[in-house]
């Protein structure tokens, strides 16, 4: 099983960037999948949630309207379209798959997001 982040990087604030997370190893189509991060000295937080169809969506309140969520079963992949970002967007980004009946959950490494002027 692997999750793979990519997209990652130094952005100015206003600036956008998009994530990707590609999977392998598991059936991607019965997953479902989001976003978190993990600021310094914070705790990991979830900043974007997908269903396995894709048909629905669920943001941090902190994230609603600047980023958007996405997958495409075929491609096995996740995304992370973020727009407007602040410096206190500035974190590392992981992504999660889950699925609640065979109560598997597996995460990718992480990549670096830093919104800096």
């Known amino acids: 099983v692997q999750l793979v982040e990519s997209g990652g990087g130094l952005v100015q604030p206003g600036g956008s960037l998009r994530l990707s997370c590609a999977a392998s190893g598991f059936t991607f189509s019965s997953y479902a999948m989001s976003w978190h991060r993990q600021a310094p000295g914070k705790e990991r937080e979830l900043v974007a949630g997908i269903n396995s169809a894709g048909s629905s969506t669920n943001y941090a309140d902190s994230v609603k309207g600047r980023f958007t969520i996405s997958r495409d079963n075929a491609k096995n992949t996740v995304y992370l379209q973020m727009n407007s970002l602040k410096p206190e967007d500035t974190a590392v980004y992981y992504c999660?798959?889950?699925?609640?009946?065979?109560?598997?959950?597996?995460w990718g490494q992480g990549t670096q997001v830093i919104v800096s002027s």
């Open positions: 999660n798959a889950d699925r609640r009946r065979t109560r598997t959950n597996y």
